[in-house]
């Protein structure tokens, strides 16, 4: 069966460091990759989708970027944390027409 | 500017009754619709959909209604249980059922034994 790895739950990060978010799809081949975030009072937003390796599309312009150096692989990363990148971030997958897949999250504070 | 809204932040039912969620959209581009359920540390996971060609979809105790003229979305838990209780989110797509989503800021469903 398929799962979705997802690290770390929780992250506390001072504004201007950088951060690198790492999930991991075990089980498939070839999946859709997706990056979400809660921020605080509003619905998951769509941050960066991937339909194959080193194919990236960004959704929303912002301080992030992503990256997928292998298959089942989906990197978040950002050089200068700024104090609005808090939020829950969520990974997700999707073999290709059909729901999506989420990962456990990660909690990120930016101070 | 959300196209999707959850206008109850939350919802507290007793057990056995009714759970009704309600969520609407402001893109009538939509053309698929679905519901996610989310515990805590724990991330969403699919619940129920439909598509906007119907206008209504069942699944055991969950059954979601699409009223397309109005641009509003509802998910309907009959009974609900103890363990309904978590967070809903509504989302719409406008390319058919792929991950692109746009979601609802969710609503809490408390359900009291």
């Known amino acids: 069966s398929q799962t979705i790895h997802q690290w770390p739950a929780t992250l506390v990060q001072p504004v201007g460091s950088p951060l690198s978010l790492e999930c991991t799809v075990e089980?498939?081949?070839?999946?859709?990759l997706y990056w979400y975030r809660q921020a605080a009072g509003r619905g998951l937003q769509l941050l960066f989708y991937?339909?194959?390796?080193?194919?990236i599309s960004s959704e929303v312009p912002q301080n992030l970027s992503a990256s997928r150096p292998q298959d089942r692989q989906f990197i978040l990363s950002s050089k200068k944390l700024l104090l609005s990148d808090s939020g829950f971030y969520l990974c997700?997958?999707?073999?290709?027409?059909?729901?999506?897949?989420f990962g456990s999250g990660t909690q990120l504070s930016v101070l | 500017d959300q196209q999707v809204k959850q206008n109850s932040p939350s919802l507290s039912v007793q057990e056995g009754r009714i759970s009704i969620l309600n969520c609407d959209y402001t893109?009538?581009?939509?053309?698929?619709f679905l519901w996610y359920k989310k515990y805590p540390a724990e991330g969403p996971t699919f619940l129920i959909s439909i598509s906007s060609i119907k206008d209504k979809n069942e699944d055991g105790r969950f059954t979601v209604f699409l009223n397309k003229s109005a641009k509003h979305l509802s998910l309907h838990i009959v009974p609900s249980q103890p363990g309904d209780s978590a967070v809903y989110f509504c989302a719409a797509s406008l390319e058919g059922n792929t991950g692109k989503l746009i979601f609802g800021q969710g609503t809490t469903l408390q359900v009291k034994p």
């Open positions: 893109n009538s581009m939509f053309d698929y």
């Open positions: 991937s339909v194959g390796i080193g194919q």
């Open positions: 089980g498939t081949s070839n999946p859709n």
């Open positions: 997700a997958w999707t073999p290709g027409v059909e729901k999506l897949f």
